[in-house]
T-cell receptor, first 119, second 114 residues
Framework: AQTVTQSQPEMSVQEAETVTLSCTYDTSESNYYLFWYKQPPSRQMILVIRQEAYKQQNATENRFSVNFQKAAKSFSLKISDSQLGDTAMYFCAFMKHGVYSNSGYALNFGKGTSLLVTP | SAVISQKPSRDICQRGTSLTIQCQVDSQVTMMFWYRQQPGQSLTLIATANQGSEATYESGFVIDKFPISRPNLTFSTLTVSNMSPEDSSIYLC???????????FGPGTRLTVL
């Protein structure tokens, strides 16, 4: 079974600063996907960024980027130029790749990191 | 990305009753899923809704408690049956289209059972 660990329950950052959220995972799979989702108080789960394990290049989406260390099983999210609208719960998630089976497309989520962006 | 809506957005129900939650996607999708998010917790997959066949349930979830329908490629329902206060959670629907490795989520249904 895959486990996802987010060791920072809460974090705070000032507007315009940079913050990094950590995520580690445990798996015996060699091919898989990793995601960061954002859940603001509206509770809508929003996809922030995705990474395919076979790609060495770190994914980036505007102000969001990841540091993917496959050997260390680490997948951290960096938010640059933080904005007030970035205040949310951030979830790291893992999904194994392959032929569909029971749980084949299940997203395994970490417990989340609550990020507060202050003025 | 798919746009997903859910109804109702929230409800307060009495113990022993049932509630059906609807999930509508704005385009045909390959996969649809139902998750539960208990208060202050992360998301747990309940089941995969299969079009035209029985849903595939995860360990700890059973069809009698959480019957699911998926009559077509854009719509699914989840029923929470014989509810107890322990069922108070947010229930989220997600969908994956042609790119089945990425799931998009609906806004969730906040259920409170008294």
């Amino acid at each position: 079974a895959q486990t996802v660990t987010q060791s920072q329950p809460e974090m705070s950052v000032q507007e315009a600063e940079t913050v990094t959220l950590s995520c580690t995972y445990d798996t015996s799979e060699s091919n898989y996907y990793l995601f960061w989702y954002k859940q603001p108080p509206s509770r809508q789960m929003i996809l922030v960024i995705r990474q395919e394990a076979y790609k060495q290049q770190n994914a980036t989406e505007n102000r969001f980027s990841v540091n993917f260390q496959k050997a260390a099983k680490s997948f951290s999210l960096k938010i640059s130029d933080s904005q007030l609208g970035d205040t949310a719960m951030y979830f790291c998630a893992f999904m194994k790749h392959g032929v569909y089976s029971n749980s084949g497309y299940a997203l395994n989520f970490g417990k989340g990191t609550s990020l507060l962006v202050t003025p | 990305s798919a746009v997903i809506s859910q109804k109702p957005s929230r409800d307060i129900c009495q113990r022993g009753t049932s509630l059906t939650i609807q999930c509508q996607v704005d385009s045909q999708v390959t996969m649809m899923f139902w998750y539960r998010q208990q208060p202050g917790q992360s998301l747990t997959l309940i089941a995969t809704a299969n079009q035209g066949s029985e849903a595939t349930y995860e360990s700890g979830f059973v069809i009698d408690k959480f019957p699911i329908s998926r009559p077509n490629l854009t719509f699914s329902t989840l029923t929470v049956s014989n509810m107890s206060p322990e069922d108070s959670s947010i229930y989220l629907c997600s969908a994956a289209g042609h790119r089945t490795d990425t799931q998009y989520f609906g806004p969730g249904t906040r259920l409170t059972v008294l």
